[in-house]
T-cell receptor, first 113, second 113 residues
Framework: GQSLEQPSEVTAVEGAIVQINCTYQTSGFYGLSWYQQHDGGAPTFLSYNALDGLEETGRFSSFLSRSDSYGYLLLQELQMKDSASYFC??????????????FGQGTELSVKP | NAGVTQTPKFRVLKTGQSMTLLCAQDMNHEYMYWYRQDPGMGLRLIHYSVGEGTTAKGEVPDGYNVSRLKKQNFLLGLESAAPSQTSVYFCASNPLAGGYEQYFGPGTRLTVT
């Protein structure tokens, strides 16, 4: 089967650093993406890792280890507006296969003052 | 650009009724997707399309049909709605060349009673 595991909830304080882990088991792997969703609205893209290592985009970083089938999203200098659900998603098909995504169940991040 | 739009935003159906959800994108993207999201869950792929006139099944296609007669539109049909189809439906699109980001619409909240 295909599965992605991530914690259901994480709580942190404003200004802190938080890491959201994701482990995956899928039949195909073409990369790991992260999406943010506020209050059930449209998910928005945060990052994508196709190769091992760390990708940094402002306060957010994403890491991938393909040998461990593991990745994480790192959020630094947390702000109240970062309170949202965060989803990891594995791209299980190449571009000529539609670039399909398999999503994890999401991590609800609560940022406290 | 309006990006990805979905019609309607909300709908209540009785069991056995039919309806069509419309997704439109003005970014000239080749790939389009329909997902459903249930409470506390990630997004699950229903059907997808890699171009005008093509459709393919995703993870949870049963009870749904789709059509992509025009490149900018992707329709999701429920022929005989069931309470199990109560969900939030998201449409997304992705360009063929370059980029791994999927662009999501605002969602359609469907309740089947």
């Amino acid at each position: 089967g295909q599965s992605l595991e991530q914690p259901s909830e994480v709580t942190a304080v404003e200004g802190a650093i938080v890491q959201i882990n994701c482990t995956y088991q899928t039949s195909g792997f073409y990369g790991l993406s992260w999406y943010q969703q506020h209050d059930g609205g449209a998910p928005t893209f945060l990052s994508y890792n196709a190769l091992d290592g760390l990708e940094e985009t402002g306060r957010f970083s994403s890491f991938l280890s393909r040998s461990d089938s593991y990745g994480y999203l790192l959020l630094q200098e947390l702000q109240m507006k970062d309170s949202a659900s965060y989803f990891c998603a594995v791209r299980d098909g190449g571009r000529n296969q539609g670039g399909k995504l398999i999503f994890g169940q999401g991590t609800e991040l609560s940022v406290k003052p | 650009n309006a990006g990805v739009t979905q019609t309607p935003k909300f709908r209540v159906l009785k069991t056995g009724q039919s309806m069509t959800l419309l997704c439109a994108q003005d970014m000239n993207h080749e790939y389009m997707y329909w997902y459903r999201q249930d409470p506390g869950m990630g997004l699950r792929l229903i059907h997808y399309s890699v171009g005008e006139g093509t459709t393919a099944k995703g993870e949870v296609p049963d009870g749904y049909n789709v059509s992509r007669l025009k490149k900018q539109n992707f329709l999701l049909g429920l022929e005989s709605a069931a309470p199990s189809q109560t969900s939030v439906y998201f449409c997304a699109s992705n360009p063929l060349a370059g980029g791994y980001e999927q662009y999501f619409g605002p969602g359609t909240r469907l309740t089947v009673t």
